[in-house]
């Protein structure tokens, strides 16, 4: 067949109606839908010779670095055979790409190929200047170095279950390198292809695995963004303990009257480094005020207020205000204030339904007033948890929550989360963006996981932290109430000992981002110190160690396996183009980290007769803007499916995986959504709450033919009486599935639990409609032969005959 290049402007036209195509409901398109009309195309790069211009850009190229450093991305002229080419150049070396997303046909052979012009490209820890496909080293032209006039690269590779691939015009490639390199005339060229065969599976019921830990539904909560402030705990008030000077920079708090009578205190500050201070004239009202506040008509607020100053600032009035009309407003007068700080009570009836509201805390009086903090939330508070959350945290019933972090941990002070809440001092997060108000630390941490039923699991800190630091802490909440401090913990409220038994030593030390990072020959000698000293505290503990796939995971297990329970590993993945892709990778990384411990097993001796369980305490998607705050990501249906995948994975991986912990839960890449006044299960949390309550926990064996769904059965218990069988399709269309379960007879309904929808963007957001939901049929259609919707995550369960108990 004779091969034609095709217009790029035309092959974004054919792609886009196929996809409007797919999407129409009652349209039917054949697998892989649009893709047939790609056979034979030999340009499937969108504007592979950069011609056309998106303003200063490529149209559909976009500059992309992947490690920091300087790095200059140009369109030049002259190309190669036209106006134009594009080039990367670095004088200390870099490593980035000219980027675009190509949609492809599935399970077919490719060429990629171009032009590379160099000027002084030095490899250096990377490779030279080079076309690849993100995300698979294979997949990668020969690299040109030095300096060399236009130069032909090429590579041919299998596309597998990839409808889309990110196409990277690379000077680097994992490491840096120096110099100019110019690109032109990219290609993608099909070369071969055929459809996969009619997805078949085959179920062997007898063939049961190691049952799943409950622990595989784990969470983990940060002091990041608004996975607590502003998400779970009920506070209504930024910064309510005055980190941040009342009217500079980012203060939410702005002066009321002339912004000069408001001054930052430092002489007997309440608590922190320095208090607000108002100086009054007798004459305009002067204080402060914090906007923004939403309130629900109706509906009551409380708090309280610590105030010191002269009896002639007499009264402060504490208001709600939601407008400028008279009577918008609900005023606490608060009188009796000495120059010794005081707790003083607030409660509010909201009369408008705002997301404008403000609390103003002003005196018309003489002489001065001081605010040490201030505190509002909704009065149908729980122990102070937004009830809301908490509900949807039931809801995902997750067994057991890591906190405090993450990169938090390794530079937090526990000891400044406990003792009177409003006297905790705030601070800069020391890892993220913002303020750590320290209003929720280790008791409120524990009162939320006995609110919700789940068991606690604490990181130490091994950062900027050591060992008495962490012994304090296991001693403060496992010790006995006699031991020093236990007699703190029972001073702070509670007498009994919690007994939490999961402790992590550190997080992610491996990381240069991670505070007291250090080198992995002396933090093997650190978690050991660790580990031994608070195993000799409290020998019931289990302890997990900080883990990476690779050199430090391997040395770690080597030299420190009799001092770990568990070890840590971590993944997140990216957004793909297509959507077999996208959803794929995040199975592919689970079974990536389970083969390389059963290589570790196989070839570290102390391993052999005692193997160690991974603790995967972080796992997710991460990629989009933060529309909830910061690392807020809004979830989608495709990503649902991809949880989905991943969790059959976890069946599948049973032996190797004790503990996963989705990260995180609220708001920050999380799985549940909040606004200030709503929350919602997002479309993640919506498949981790459904497989949490309705799939199965003793995995049996599915083979087969099973492209592109990924299909998992497990039974419901070890009582196997009831059978659960979960399928993803990842694709536009609706697939026939054959089921073979040879001895197991099949029934011909079963209940089945149905994730679907027509767009794989759909998403749910607070105080809206779900556009992602659970739908359950008690009697659907099941079998040998089974209709699977697109876009879909369908969970069947069945009862079946006494020979399986």
């Known amino acids: 067949m004779e091969h034609r290049t095709r217009p790029a402007g035309a092959m974004a036209a054919l792609f886009a109606a196929g996809l409007l195509l797919a999407a129409l409901p009652g349209c039917k398109s054949g697998a892989p839908g649009a893709a047939d009309e790609f056979a034979g195309v030999t340009q499937f790069i969108q504007n592979g010779s950069f011609e056309e211009m998106d303003g200063e850009r490529p149209a559909g190229w976009r500059p992309r670095r992947w490690q920091r450093g300087e790095v200059s991305f140009d369109v030049g002229s002259p190309g190669r055979t036209g106006e134009r080419c594009v080039s990367i150049s670095s004088e200390a070396g870099a490593d980035a790409s000219w980027v675009t997303s190509v949609p492809v046909r599935p399970y077919s052979r490719y060429r990629l190929s171009g032009f590379i012009k160099t000027e002084n490209v030095v490899a250096g820890t990377g490779r030279g200047a080079l076309i690849n496909v ?268 890591r906190w405090p972090g993450g990169n938090f941990v390794s530079g937090y002070d526990w000891r400044d989360g406990i003792g009177d809440r409003d006297r905790r001092p705030p601070r800069k997060n020391p890892a993220w963006l913002g303020v750590e108000h320290n209003d929720v630390g280790v008791h409120e941490f524990l009162d939320l996981m006995r609110l919700i039923g789940s068991e606690p699991y604490i990181t130490v800190n091994s950062g900027l932290g050591d060992v008495v630091m962490a012994l304090d802490e296991l001693e403060y909440v496992n010790g006995a109430a006699g031991t020093r401090m236990g007699k703190l913990r029972a001073a702070n409220g509670r007498a009994e000992p919690w007994g939490v038994k999961y402790w992590a030593i550190g997080n992610e030390m491996y990381g240069s981002w991670q505070l007291g990072h250090m080198p992995l020959a002396d933090y093997v000698r650190k978690h050991t110190q ?12 289990k302890v997990v160690a900080v883990g990476e796939v690779g050199r430090w995971s391997e040395t770690m297990l080597a030299e420190a396996s009799h001092h770990m329970d568990l070890i840590s590993e971590h993944f997140y993945v990216q957004e793909k183009p297509g959507l077999l892709g996208h959803v794929r990778q995040m199975p592919d990384a689970v079974r990536r980290i389970a083969e390389a411990h059963r290589k570790y097993r196989a070839e ?172 359950e049929t008690a009697d659907a259609p099941f079998g040998k032969k089974l209709t699977v919707p697109p876009l879909s995550i369908s969970l069947y369960s069945f009862g079946v005959g006494p020979q399986y108990n």
């Open 530 to 541: 660790f580990a031994v000293a608070m195993k000799e505290m409290d020998p019931s503990i």
């Open 134 to 401: 993100h995300g698979s080293e294979a997949w990668r032209t020969p690299p040109v170095t030095g300096t060399e006039d236009w130069t032909k690269v090429e590579v041919e590779f299998d596309a597998g279950a990839n409808d889309g691939l990110e196409i990277t015009c690379l000077l680097g490639g994992w490491g840096r390198s120096a110099g100019k390199a110019m690109f032109d005339d990219i290609e993608l060229s099909w070369l071969s292809g055929k459809e996969p065969a009619p997805p078949r599976a085959a179920i062997d019921a007898e063939r049961a695995g190691q049952p799943m830990s409950k622990y595989i539904y784990g969470q983990f909560i940060e002091h990041l963004g608004r996975c607590i402030y502003q998400g779970i705990w009920a506070e209504m008030l930024e910064d309510r303990k005055f980190f941040l000077p009342v009217g500079e920079g980012e203060s939410p708090w702005k002066p009321v009257g002339e912004a000069g009578l408001v001054r930052m205190d430092k002489v007997r500050a309440f608590t922190g480094e320095h208090t607000p201070r108002v100086t009054l004239g007798g004459k305009a009202p002067a204080g402060i005020a914090q906007g923004e506040l939403a309130l629900v008509e109706g509906k009551e607020y409380v708090g309280r207020i610590v105030l010191a100053g002269d009896t002639g600032a007499v009264p402060v009035n504490a208001s709600l205000v939601w407008g400028e009309e008279p009577g918008a407003r609900r005023t606490v007068e608060i009188r009796g204030i000495t120059t010794a700080y005081k707790t003083f009570p607030l409660a509010f009836m909201a009369g408008a339904s705002t997301e404008s509201a403000r609390l103003e805390i002003v005196s018309a009086g003489r002489g001065w007033f001081k605010i040490g903090t201030v505190s509002v939330m909704p009065a149908d508070n729980v122990e102070g948890f937004r009830p809301d959350v908490l509900a949807l945290l039931r809801e995902l019933d997750a067994p057991i929550y």
């Open 604 to 775: 570290i001796p102390t391993l052999r007769p005692e193997p160690v369980p991974v603790a995967l305490d972080e796992w997710n998607y991460w990629y989009g803007p933060h529309v909830y705050g910061e690392l807020g990501t809004q979830y989608f249906l495709k990503d649902a499916l991809g949880v989905a995948a991943a969790l059959h994975e976890f069946a599948r991986q049973s032996d190797v995986f004790d503990m996963a912990n989705y990260a995180q839960t609220v708001n920050v890449i999380g799985a549940i959504k909040t606004s200030k006044t709503a929350a919602v299960l997002d479309s993640t949390g919506v498949v981790l709450a459904l497989y949490r309550e309705r799939f199965g926990t003793v995995p049996v064996e599915v083979t087969g033919s099973l492209e592109p769904l990924d299909v998992m059965a497990c039974w419901k218990d070890e009582a196997k009486s009831e059978l659960t069988v979960s399928i993803v399709n990842p694709t536009r269309r609706p697939v026939t599935l054959r089921i073979d379960a040879g001895k197991l007879k099949l029934p011909r309904t079963a209940r089945l639990y149905l994730i679907a929808g027509d767009d794989p963007q759909a998403c749910n957001v607070p105080g809206e409609p779900m556009a992602v939901a659970v739908h």
